[in-house]
């Protein structure tokens, strides 16, 4: 059955009703709450007065101590868990460095630069692209992920894309390989 | 970090495990939940504003009691707890005390049983508030609430807590 909008009405005009008649219950409360906080001028009043003298013996509940068990387990916790995000960051950026560094060693491979044929060209640098690209990608992503919680003292982790860069064997690479590319090309 | 981390535990690790005491009834619950919220403060304490600790932990702590509240109940309802477990809780808050301590110790222990039993928030209310005396705006912060909500809802849960606490003293009398 639908309401009439007198019911509608009627129903809301309840609902202000009950609302007004709410808040007027929630002021009183609220400044009785603030004379039991006051703590004066109860003595007319004895349910607040009540209510003051059994705030007052809740106070006197003491809050235990934290067993030491739980105390240490919690320390124990926080000593452990940075450390492996450090060294974390570390494995990856010597993963990193060793990766590059085989690929990029000239005493490798004995070949001389004039045997490379085009399509070796290509994929060497491709694959060397790809590497470079992702190792960047990898110390980016560990530098968001742990550079903020990294408290030790030594480790300059906002220059890893850098040192990437700077690898030594990327420089021997390309020495070794730029003269004959236009070659080749 | 790690002595602004240690700072906070031993700053707040009592009164948690006190607000979890107060809402379970079992104590080696309420350890583990403590336990767990200072591990994860550790591990949001970069993204945490210096000084909203404690609320934190406080909303952390008492959202993980109502949790397991609810587990409870869905398990076996809250009426069927073990009498033993209540025994357990006892033994926590008075300690293993002489005979002289007896009234203190029922005392006691109908207080913390009729703050189990008053309906959120007013029981976290009750404990943050009047137990621990934390300050209106910290208590209003973990709560959701208004500071205004705070005061009003903290003053009818009072009078909640001494009507049961009257009503429990006069069943024992007749």
């Given at each position: 059955m639908n309401k009439s909008p007198e019911s509608r009405s009627?129903?809301?005009?309840?609902?202000?009703?009950?609302?007004?008649?709410?808040?007027?219950?929630?002021?009183?409360?609220?400044?009785?709450?603030?004379?039991?906080?006051?703590?004066?001028?109860?003595?007319?009043?004895?349910?607040?007065?009540?209510?003051?003298?059994l705030r007052r013996t809740l106070a006197q509940l003491e809050a235990p101590q934290l067993p030491p068990h739980i105390r240490e387990t919690?320390?124990?916790?926080?000593?452990?868990?940075?450390?492996?995000?450090?060294?974390?960051?570390?494995?990856?950026?010597?993963?990193?460095?060793?990766?590059?560094?085989?690929?990029?060693d000239p005493f490798e491979s004995p070949g001389r630069p004039g045997d490379l044929s085009a399509q070796d060209w290509a994929q060497l640098s491709l694959a060397i692209e790809t590497l470079n690209a992702q190792g960047q990608q990898i110390a980016?992503?560990?530098?968001?992920?742990?550079?903020?919680?990294?408290?030790?003292p030594d480790i300059e982790l906002p220059q890893m894309p850098l040192r990437i860069d700077a690898l030594p064997g990327s420089n021997s690479f390309w020495r070794w390989f730029q003269p004959s590319a236009p070659q080749t090309r | 970090m790690r002595q602004r981390f240690e700072q906070l535990?031993?700053?707040?690790?009592?009164?948690?495990?006190?607000?979890?005491?107060?809402?379970?009834?079992?104590?080696?619950?309420?350890?583990?939940?403590?336990q767990d919220s200072l591990i994860k403060l550790w591990n949001h304490?970069?993204?945490?504003?210096?000084?909203?600790?404690?609320?934190?932990?406080?909303?952390?702590?008492?959202?993980?009691?109502?949790d397991r509240l609810r587990a409870q109940q869905r398990q076996s309802g809250l009426l069927r707890q073990a009498?033993?477990?209540?025994?357990?809780?006892?033994?926590?808050?008075v300690g293993d005390g002489p005979a002289a301590h007896a009234t203190l110790f029922e005392e006691r222990r109908r207080l913390h049983a009729a703050i189990r039993d008053l309906p959120e928030p007013g029981r976290s209310l009750i404990i943050l508030r009047d137990i621990q005396d934390q300050?209106?705006?910290?208590?209003?912060?973990?709560?959701?609430?208004?500071?205004?909500?705070?005061?009003?809802?903290?003053?009818?849960?009072?009078?909640a807590l001494r009507k049961q606490l009257e009503d429990r003293r006069h069943e024992q009398v007749a």
């Open positions: 009627n129903e809301t005009s309840d609902t202000a009703e009950r609302t007004s008649q709410e808040d007027a219950e929630f002021d009183r409360d609220l400044a009785r709450e603030e004379r039991v906080l006051g703590g004066a001028g109860l003595a007319d009043d004895a349910a607040l007065g009540a209510d003051r003298d919690v320390l124990d916790t926080g000593r452990g868990s940075r450390l492996p995000m450090a060294w974390a960051a570390i494995a990856a950026a010597v993963v990193l460095s060793v990766i590059t560094l085989s690929v990029a980016q992503v560990t530098q968001r992920e742990v550079g903020a919680h990294l408290s030790l | 535990v031993d700053a707040n690790g009592g009164r948690l495990l006190q607000l979890a005491r107060l809402m379970l009834r079992s104590a080696s619950d309420a350890e583990d939940i403590v304490l970069p993204e945490l504003e210096p000084g909203s600790e404690p609320a934190w932990l406080t909303t952390c702590t008492r959202n993980a009691c109502l009498w033993t477990v209540d025994r357990e809780l006892d033994r926590h808050i300050d209106v705006a910290t208590v209003a912060e973990a709560l959701d609430l208004t500071p205004n909500q705070v005061k009003v809802y903290t003053f009818r849960a009072r009078r």
